[in-house]
Every structure is written in C-alpha cells, then in structure tokens.
C-alpha cells in the first residue's frame, strides 16, 4: 500500500499507525501523529487504520522561536 | 508602582516566574552554546517547536532531551502554520509530545512579513481554548484583534515588535503604548523584531510584562554574552518601569536650582 509520511511516498505493508510508527523505527520516540491533517492520540494509534493514499505526518521535538 | 524583586513576578495563567525574557531555542550555533545562552539569560521558559523527522535519526529525541536537561518550562509554537487547521493539529501534536497545555499560537497570513493573520488566529484561539489549552496568540498591535482574542479565552498576548527576525525592534510604539494602556491587568509579552538590548528595555520601560528573544541572541557573534546583555535590559527595563519613569517635555527645564546662583542679579546681555 502506498501513502505519503512527512510528505514523502512510501509503500508500506503497516495496517494502523502503530504498526507504522515500528515499521519505520519511530517507536519508543517522543513523537506526534496526525492522519489527514488530523490528529491522532497515542492511545488511539492502534486502532487508526491506514488506506491507500494516507497522509501521515510525524512530528518530533525541535528547536522553536 | 513600587514593587520588591520577589513580589514582582511574572504570572501567566496560574503560574509565576522570577525572569520576564522568554527564550527562543532556535538558529543557535550548537547545543552547548544553547545550553549556555539559557543559562545566561537567566530565561525560565523557552519555546520550541514540532517539525518532521526522517525515520531513525533521533535529532529531535537528542533536542528534547537537552531541553528537560535545562529544567525550564517549555512553551511550544505552531509556527509556520498558515491555517486554522494546521495550527490546531500542531497545537493537538504538541499538547502529547510537550505535555503541557500551553501553546504559543501563530497562524500566519502574509509570508513576506510573517505578520499573523488575526482572523484565523482568533478562530484558532476558540478551539483551542475550548480543547482545554493555555493559548499565548502571537498576534499584531491591533487593538481589536486583542479584544477579540481575549474574548476567545487568551489570558496572554503576544504582540510583536516588528517582523519575525528583522532586528528592527518596536516599529510601531504608539501603538504599543496603546495596546498596553487598553489593557493594564493582562499579561503583555512583546514577540519578535527584538534586536537589540535596548530595544528589549524600551519595550519593559513601556510596561510590557515581558519579552521573547531568539534571533538576537542566537545570531549574535557571542550568543551567551548576547544573552547575558539581554538579561540585564529586561531587568533594567523593568526596574525603570517600576520606578516610574519621568515624563519628557519639550522645553528645557534645569536641574541645579535656579535660585542662588551667581551674578542671578545681572541682567541678561
């Protein structure tokens, strides 16, 4: 299945966010997710299925003014 | 007017803070020079940010462990954020991330001038409010913007001085002295366009509660002698605010006595 993390094209196998979030070595990092310009508690990354053309954002900890 | 140093306290939404500079974490030179430049602005609060991470690389884990390493209260932004949409997501992503229902709010409406679009900020501020969240809008001088978002539940606001790291300092004083005269018991913080020391002590000097600082430190030649300078202005500033600064005239008035003085009985020539 392809979507698009951080705007980039990926084809990914993951059916939910979590399974995302370890397909790509996020897990066990202080991140925030969002699908379709939604977001999505941390709790609920489970039961959050992916489809087809998904929009996914990750986000982390950065330096801010 | 008069107040001791430990009653004279910063209070933003329930809670108190010795220091008036607000710190920006961003553009610095290194991690250590970071670390430093904290330290010497003696900021108590900083804000950061949420941007996207390439998988596995673990730059905003070694980010946000620094940051909790400094003990500060962390104020995190939307910034860049053009939308309404976009600005609660990020507020919603950062609330997890951060654990903290502050949130710095920006939405902005012009990309040159970075100016925030009022609009969307108040419609951004109700939602958000509403969520639960403690919203700082980073906002324009305009008065009825103000009176709007104050209206939406914001308890703070964030004018700016002047655009989004331009250096220019207070572009528009009037409209500052305004902004603080309208409202006298909310807490003002004077965001963005602070170049200077002096422009930061202006700012204190004109009642301002505080003031955020990130580019001027950061992009300095020594960003922890530039912080430290920083300190001591909004100290300054604050203490001469404080002590109610005297009013200016136009025409001279001496400070010597005038009575007494020698030859007084000799006629001007």
Redesign the interface.
């Known amino acids: 299945m392809q979507i698009h993390v951080?705007?980039k094209a990926l084809d990914v196998r993951a059916a939910n966010l979590a399974a995302l979030l370890h397909e790509?070595?996020?897990e066990d990092?202080?991140?925030?997710?969002?699908l379709n310009?939604?977001?999505v508690?941390?709790t609920d990354r489970f039961k959050t299925l992916l489809n087809e053309g998904d929009e996914v954002?990750?986000?982390?900890?950065?330096?801010?003014? | 007017m008069a107040a001791s140093p430990h009653q004279d306290r910063l209070k933003l939404y329930g809670a108190e803070f010795s220091s008036r500079l607000l710190a920006g974490t961003a553009q610095y030179p290194s991690p250590a020079i970071l670390s430093q430049s904290i330290a010497a602005a003696r900021a108590e609060i900083v804000t950061v940010s949420l941007r996207r991470e390439s998988g596995g690389s673990r730059a905003g884990e070694g980010f946000w462990a620094l940051i909790r390493e400094l003990g500060v209260r962390v104020l995190p932004n939307t910034a860049g954020c053009l939308s309404v949409k976009d600005a609660v997501t990020t507020a919603q992503m950062a609330r997890e991330v951060f654990d903290t229902p502050w949130i710095k709010l920006e939405v902005i409406g012009e990309e040159d001038t970075l100016q925030p679009d009022v609009f969307g900020l108040v419609e951004a501020a109700s939602i958000l409010t509403r969520e639960g969240f403690q919203v700082f809008p980073y906002t324009t001088e305009d008065l009825v913007a103000a009176e709007k978002l104050l209206g939406a539940g914001c308890e703070v606001l964030m004018p700016w001085g002047s655009p989004i790291g331009s250096g220019r300092g207070l572009n528009n004083p009037y409209a500052l002295r305004s902004l603080r005269a309208h409202f006298p018991g909310v807490p003002l913080i004077v965001d963005a366009g602070i170049g200077a020391p002096s422009h930061a002590a202006v700012a204190m000097e004109m009642g301002f509660d505080a003031v955020l600082i990130n580019t001027a430190i950061a992009k300095a030649g020594d960003p922890v002698q530039m912080a430290r300078a920083f300190a001591l202005a909004v100290e300054a500033g604050r203490l001469g605010y404080n002590a109610d600064l005297m009013q200016a005239r136009d025409m001279a008035a001496p400070s010597t006595p005038v009575i007494g003085r020698a030859f007084s009985d000799r006629a001007h020539a």
């Not at chain 1, 954002?57 to 003014?65: F, N, S």
């Open positions: 951080n705007g790509l070595d996020y990092t202080a991140v925030a997710t969002a310009h939604s977001f508690r941390k954002e990750i986000l982390t900890p950065r330096q801010g003014g």
